[in-house]
Structures are given as structure tokens and as C-alpha cells.
């Protein structure tokens, strides 16, 4: 089955920390997202994926990086400079107009 | 920018209908959307327009005018299974961006 794979489901992080949040689509689109949800809130975009080896920042970009070295995967690094991790994050991937999500990660800074 | 309101809640009685409206304004405009999401899951797809008017599935329908930069969502026959939040999403050229959400519960 076709879909969009995201890891761990929950994370838990240490101050100070980087950690990788995984993002692995078999959909073969070609782009990708990466999406913040605080509670209560809509979703605010981190960054996006055109193309292989391409991105861009989205709305809140600040303390985050990713990478696109393959078509199936987007990897998602919260730094330890993003002062206010703890959210929903989810990724989402499309070709055309409609977008399809993962199940997301639930990151808890502790 | 991207500017997209919706309202933050709303309760209705099971069997019901009830209107969602999102306002926006935005810098490009290819399709507005609307989601579904249950508190913990990821968003489902409920509606896309793309042209003024209309469309219908099923229980829920959806009605854009562009001119206004308006839309709403209309859920019909109130289920108990309907109480979750309803994004609206407009789509420029590149992304999707999205309204707080509207937490919808229905009451039997």
C-alpha cells in the first residue's frame, strides 16, 4: 500500500538536543512537507520540498533543518536553537493539488 | 502573506447541520481545501474547490466564491463520529496553508 511513513510516533527530547524526525513516502510525488501543530492551533509550515536536493523555508523555519537527498524521504532536525519544540509535527507529501499526511510524531521537550 | 479565519468553535445537536465559513486572503490561489482532524491523528481529506460554486459528497459539501475570498463547509445529518476540528487550506503555488481550525461538537 502506498502511503507516507513517519517516526517514532512519540519522541521524547532532552534541552539542549538535536533530534531526526523521520519522513518516508512510497507514493513516488515529488513534493514534500513538513508541518508544526501547537494545541489549539492550525497547522504552521516549517519547510518544503520541490525537488530532489531542493527546499525551502516555510513560515517558521527558525531552530529546524532538513534534507532531500532522495525522492522517498525528508528528514526533519529539531536543533537545539528552536526554543519552543514541544508540538505535533507532521509531514505531508503531493503531486498535484492534494496532499497527503503521515501519521506524524508527538515531540515532548523534557 | 497568508491570511485564512475560521471560527474557533462550534456545538450542534446530533441530526443536525452546521456551517463552517472561512474567509481569506492570500497572496496566490490554485484550490482551497478543507480537512478533517481528530484530536491526535493527522488531517483527511474532505472537499477541494478550485471554481466557484457548490460541491457535493455525500454528507458534507463545500461552496467557494473567489470574488469574496470566502468558503464554508456544510455537514449534514449530524453524526456523533462528526465531533472533531475542520481546517480550511489554501493552496498558492507551491504550498498549502492552513486557518486555526474549527472544533465542531456534536451533542445527542
Known amino acids: 500500500d502506498g502511503g507516507i511513513t513517519q517516526s517514532p510516533k512519540y519522541l521524547f527530547r532532552k534541552e539542549g538536543q538535536n533530534v531526526t524526525l523521520s519522513c518516508e513516502q512510497n507514493?513516488?510525488?515529488?513534493?514534500m512537507y513538513w508541518y508544526r501543530q501547537d494545541p489549539g492551533q492550525g497547522l504552521r509550515l516549517i519547510y518544503y520540498?520541490?525537488?530532489?536536493?531542493d527546499f525551502q523555508k516555510g513560515d517558521i523555519a527558525e531552530g529546524y533543518s532538513v534534507s532531500r537527498e532522495k525522492k522517498e524521504s525528508f528528514p526533519l532536525t529539531v536543533t537545539s536553537a528552536q526554543k519552543n519544540p514541544t508540538a505535533f509535527y507532521l509531514c505531508?507529501?503531493?503531486w498535484g493539488p492534494g496532499y497527503t499526511f503521515g501519521s506524524g510524531t508527538r515531540l515532548t521537550v523534557v | 502573506g497568508q491570511n485564512i479565519d475560521q471560527p474557533t468553535e462550534m456545538t450542534a445537536t446530533e441530526g443536525a447541520i452546521v456551517q463552517i465559513n472561512c474567509t481569506y486572503q492570500?497572496?496566490?490561489?490554485?484550490?482551497l481545501f478543507w480537512y478533517q482532524q481528530h484530536a491526535g491523528e493527522a488531517p483527511t481529506f474532505l472537499s477541494y474547490n478550485v471554481l466557484d460554486g457548490l460541491e457535493e459528497k455525500g454528507r458534507f459539501s463545500s461552496f467557494l466564491s473567489r470574488s469574496k475570498g470566502y468558503s464554508y463547509l456544510l455537514l449534514k445529518e449530524l453524526q456523533m463520529k462528526d465531533s472533531a476540528s475542520y481546517l480550511c487550506?489554501?493552496?498558492?503555488?507551491?504550498?498549502?496553508?492552513f486557518g486555526a481550525g474549527t472544533t465542531v461538537t456534536v451533542r445527542a
Open positions: 520540498s520541490q525537488i530532489v536536493n
Open positions: 505531508a507529501s503531493s
Open positions: 507514493l513516488n510525488h515529488d513534493a
Open positions: 492570500t497572496s496566490g490561489f490554485n484550490g
Open positions: 487550506a489554501v493552496r498558492d503555488d507551491y504550498k498549502l496553508s
